[in-house]
């Protein structure tokens, strides 16, 4: 699809609305997949007001590189570790590890290197070698769950529900948030049901590009009483997010990031905003309207900040 001419139509110059005064925006869901990526995300951030990122280490598969499974992965952990140590505080290194590869020593050694926390993506089909709950990975929980670790996981809540539960009843102290409402942006009843089971487990809110976000979007809109009571209920447990993918550095690929941005954050605090959808009598997704949430402050503010502020605790520095 040629997205350039149209985003530029829409998007011009224009940066996210502005948060409430004096409150601190995280995106808790950044992949940084390329070292010259970082002076285009630092000012990708300062244009839409996001004060800090959690930045993301990919394998080859989600940079764009090819490959299969987590290959590549360490080359990402040394990617976002350098960014973090380039600027402090700014950035906030998650690393990510293979849960059923004795990766104990090389987690510890990330850690004294400087890594905040951990994105594990096997949870995602194209990673799942084998049950999330499987014994080969008991070692790797256990060691998350005592170093208080904050842990994003990416979990197919269709596929793999079942796995993820097991995992949070054997390691009830997890720090875990779940990517994308837990996978349940088409299912709200499947995410309601989880933060009912789990009352640790925290939530981001993050679209990506494309189609799955044209359909969570889609959905939410329809769905959106029903998500508007769950932040009611749970004003304390959803973290903002874009699920920003910084590789393909030209014209168009940054005007995709402007639209991540400005779709992720309307989400949430506009009465409106643009993003592509699929209309009737259109084969093509084209750029349109949905219905936001229009948070209240109350549950706004902790959602984009102060939510992730806690869940990060001493990483900020």
Same mark, same amino acid.
């Given at each position: 699809?040629?997205?350039?001419a149209?985003?530029?139509?829409?998007?011009?110059c224009?940066?996210?609305p502005?948060?409430?005064?004096?409150k601190?925006? #995280?995106?808790?869901?950044? !992949? %940084?997949?390329?070292?010259d990526?970082?002076?285009?995300?630092?000012?990708h951030m300062? *244009?839409?007001?996001?004060?800090?990122?959690v930045?993301l280490?990919?394998? @080859?598969l989600?940079?764009g590189r090819g490959?299969?499974? +987590?290959?590549g =992965?360490?080359?990402?952990?040394e990617?976002?570790?350098?960014?973090a140590?380039?600027?402090?505080g700014k950035? #906030? $290194?998650f690393v990510t590890?293979?849960l059923?590869h004795? @990766?104990l020593p090389?987690? &510890?050694?990330?850690?004294?290197r400087?890594?905040?926390g951990? *994105?594990? =993506?096997?949870?995602h089909?194209?990673?799942?070698?084998r049950?999330l709950?499987?014994?080969s !990975?008991?070692?790797m929980?256990? &060691?998350l769950a005592?170093q208080?670790l904050?842990?994003l996981l990416h979990a197919?809540t269709?596929r793999?529900?079942?796995?993820l539960?097991?995992? +949070?009843?054997a390691f $009830?102290?997890?720090r875990?948030?779940?990517? !994308? +409402?837990?996978g349940?942006?088409t299912?709200l009843?499947?995410?309601?049901s989880?933060m009912?089971?789990?009352?640790?487990?925290?939530v981001?809110t993050?679209h990506g590009?494309?189609?799955p976000?044209?359909?969570?979007?889609?959905?939410?809109?329809?769905?959106?009483?029903?998500?508007l009571? %769950?932040?009611?209920?749970?004003?304390?447990?959803? %973290?903002?997010?874009?699920?920003?993918?910084?590789s393909?550095?030209?014209?168009?690929?940054?005007?995709?990031w @402007?639209?991540?941005?400005?779709?992720?954050m309307?989400l949430l *605090?506009?009465?409106?905003?643009?993003f592509?959808?699929r209309t009737?009598?259109?084969?093509?997704?084209? +750029?349109?309207t949905?219905?936001g949430?229009?948070?209240?402050?109350?549950h706004?503010?902790?959602? %984009?900040?102060?939510?992730?502020a806690?869940w990060?605790g001493a990483?900020l520095?």
């Open positions: 699809m040629a997205w350039g149209a985003l530029a139509a829409v998007l011009g224009r940066s996210s502005a948060p409430s005064a004096g601190e925006v #995280i995106d808790v869901h950044v !992949h %940084l997949t390329q070292a990526a970082v002076a285009p995300l630092l000012a300062a *244009k839409h007001r996001i004060d800090r990122a930045i280490a990919s394998p @080859d989600t940079s490959g299969s499974g +987590l290959s =992965y360490r080359a990402g952990n990617i976002v570790l350098d960014a140590t380039a600027h402090p950035l #906030i $290194p590890v293979e059923g004795d @990766d090389y987690l &510890a050694e990330l850690r004294r400087g890594a905040c951990v *994105k594990l =993506y096997q949870g089909n194209l990673f799942h070698e049950p709950d499987d014994p !990975h008991q070692a929980w256990q &060691a005592d208080a904050p842990v197919n269709v793999y529900r079942s796995e539960e097991a995992v +949070l009843r $009830p102290s997890l875990v948030a779940c990517a !994308h +409402l837990c349940s942006r299912d009843a499947r995410v309601e989880l009912q089971a789990f009352p640790r487990l925290l981001d993050s590009s494309a189609g976000a044209a359909e969570g979007f889609a959905n939410l809109e329809r769905e959106r009483a029903q998500l009571g %769950l932040f009611s209920r749970w004003p304390e447990r959803f %973290l903002f997010g874009t699920d920003l993918v910084t393909g550095l030209n014209p168009t690929s940054t005007e995709m @402007d639209l991540q941005a400005e779709s992720n309307g *605090k506009a009465e409106n905003f643009r592509f959808r009737e009598g259109q084969s093509a997704r084209v +750029l349109g949905y219905q949430l229009h948070l209240p402050p109350e706004l503010d902790p959602v %984009l900040g102060q939510n992730a806690r990060l990483c520095r």
